[in-house]
Nanobody, 116 residues
Framework: QVQLVESGGGLVQAGGSLRLSCAASGSIFSVSAMGWYRQAPGKQRELVADITSGGITNYADSVKGRFTISRDNAENMVYLQMNSLKPEDTAVYYC??????????WGQGTQVTVSS
């Protein structure tokens, strides 16, 4: 059983910052990719950023230069530092991990609301 628990969401004014955390627990021996996705009301879930086990990162164009993804392989944690937040960043943010030969796992989501 694998569980992902996100934390760090909340309400922030435009221009502010938040740091999301995702803790993976359970029978985990290795994790390949880890990432953050988001889904705004009425829109499809979209990739925000992901990171390989080797630390190679990938960002959506809309967050480049503002968001930073990082991970702690020893603790099976992934983080998303979000700076210069905009109202259009408002969404439910989901953590995703890929475990080789087992599959893809998602967290329950954490709400991020940016007020103008």
């Amino acid at each position: 059983q694998v569980q992902l628990v996100e934390s760090g969401g909340g309400l922030v004014q435009a221009g502010g910052s938040l740091r999301l955390s995702c803790a993976a627990s359970g029978s985990i021996f290795s994790v390949s990719a880890m990432g953050w996705y988001r889904q705004a009301p009425g829109k499809q879930r979209e990739l925000v950023a992901d990171i390989t086990s080797g630390g190679i990162t990938n960002y959506a164009d809309s967050v480049k230069g503002r968001f930073t993804i990082s991970r702690d392989n020893a603790e099976n944690m992934v983080y998303l530092q979000m700076n210069s937040l905009k109202p259009e960043d408002t969404a439910v943010y989901y953590c995703k991990i890929v475990i080789p030969r087992r599959g893809v796992y998602w967290g329950q989501g954490t709400q991020v609301t940016v007020s103008s």
